[in-house]
């Protein structure tokens, strides 16, 4: 009897763990490169590992289809923003933290799967980190305005405050620097890719010189200068950080916000000083509805011989506003005033509070009333000077501060109250965001908070002076006031639809033409 011996079927377990250990690797990269990024923003504050960042989340999806990209892209924001506002849960506990960091990487999911999209119709050509680039920016001008009026913190731009592409925000806007940043990352990824394929002849020869040409021609915008803004005259600021008990759940008594800044502000009687400016919620006694709040910033006023504009709480036809009042010398009430445009919601109000409260009811009940937006020009006008107002977040809103120039503002003032994120990178965060904002707009920013991080920014970028976190202080200097737009002031909201909408159209003619030779073969 012969026996005839059949050889066992080809195993099918190598293909499927040669897919497993790939997908671990691009999960793990996608999820390094959400955390890199994040380091190169203050605190450690070392730009060059954004780009990296960037690169490895491009690495990670690189390739693959849309659904797929979006996971993974959804992965690395999920990874990012958690530790990028970690701060947001310093008080409140996870369930915020966790919400605002899912809303961004949700938008992160969706540009990714485009970046995959277009990585597998056009990753290969000389164009591509342009391409990349755009879809990039889509996502944050996305983010930048939606939901409920978007939310900025996290651009790469802002990564790059102090880098040496920060002229570049003079001519082209945080927008122009994070499309340049996201360039450069890409180029550099397509070249280490082309590289590490090993097949550097014929055609795949282009992508390398490519690359190359667009890696070198970005290292060359570090030579761009400074666009510079005409000079009109000099004044002297005192910016004067209190370091009263500023947070939302800090013990303390109806004044003593007012206390601590009259404090800090009473050695400074008797010095040559043009204008004093103290924190949003500086006075926490309304002046214009509380007389012993009124007389004392009247007392005050009067006593160094100078203006005084300052963040309170005012109230307003039944109605509440985060407002920055001007108070001059002798007046009995405010020549000017600004109401917050951008209050932070879940914060300083609860959109569709109704359905919000119904999921977290006790969160909810924590934001007792609801900040209306303010619709007054920023620009407080205020013994001839005209001083341009961003209350805390609104240093973040694009159209908020190139309004200012645009309405003539010869300085910004930066006003905000850090006091609930503790020693958390929030505030050196928000200080970097105003340094893009003073180079973006050729002013000298005065950036004062109730317990820091307080800093007066010159028009260049550079740091005029500073105060230490959590403690009591006035800073003293000489700033200049400037007329005229920077290019990236007039380019404003032109150049990022530009630049979008041209990547977008791109990415859907290209898919457009991929399935048309899909019929035709």
Known sequence: ?????????????????????????????????????????????????????????????????????????????????????SWSGLYL????????????AASFAVACGLIGVASRLAGSAAWYPLLVAGLWLAREEFASRWPYGGFSW????????????????????????????????????????????????????MPVAAAAGWTAAASALALVPLAHVPATGEITVAAVQGNGPAGYFAERERG????????????????????????????DVDPLRFAEGRVRIQQ?????????????????????????LAWEPGASTAVDYYDKKRPVPFGEYVPDRAFYAALAPSLIGLVARDYLPGTREGVLEVSGLRLGSAICFDISADDVISDLPVRGAQLILAQSNNGDFGTTDESVQQLAIARVRAIETGRDVVNVSTVGTSAI?????????????????????TVT?????????????????????????????????????????
């Open 481 to 521: 006031l400037r007329d005229g737009l920077t290019p990236a002031t007039r380019l404003r909201g032109v150049l990022p639809l530009t630049l979008v909408s041209a990547s977008l159209l791109t990415l859907a003619a290209l898919a457009l033409i991929r399935a048309r030779r899909g019929r035709v073969s």
């Open 154 to 205: 996290g651009r790469v731009a802002f990564s790059h405050s102090e880098g040496p592409l920060a002229p570049l925000l003079s001519w082209v806007g945080a927008s122009g620097l994070s499309f340049v940043l996201v360039a450069f990352a890409a180029a550099a990824f397509q070249l280490v890719r082309t590289v590490i394929s090993g097949r550097l002849s014929g055609t795949r020869a």
């Open 93 to 104: 506990g996870p369930v915020p933290w966790i919400a605002l960091s899912a809303s961004q």
């Open 300 to 324: 005050l006023s009067e006593s160094l011989d100078a203006p005084l504009v300052f963040g309170t709480i005012t109230k307003r036809d039944g109605q509440f506003y985060n407002t920055s």
């Open 256 to 283: 003593d916000l007012l206390d601590a800044q009259v404090r800090a502000t009473a050695p400074l009687a008797g010095r040559d000083i043009d204008v004093v400016v103290w924190p949003e919620d500086g006075a």
């Open 457 to 477: 920014i010159a028009a260049d970028g550079s740091t005029i002076d500073r105060l230490p976190t959590f403690q009591a202080g006035a800073m003293v200097q």
């Open 1 to 85: 009897m012969t026996v005839e011996l059949t050889a066992p079927a080809p195993a099918r377990t190598r293909p499927r763990a040669g897919w497993r250990r790939a997908w671990v690797w691009r999960v793990l990269t996608a999820v390094a490169g959400g955390v890199v990024m994040d380091l190169g923003f203050p605190g450690l504050g070392w730009w060059p590992l954004t780009l990296a960042g960037v690169a490895l989340v491009l690495a990670a999806v690189d390739g693959l289809r849309f659904r797929s990209a979006a996971g993974l892209g959804l992965l690395a924001g999920m990874a990012f923003y958690l530790v990028h506002v």
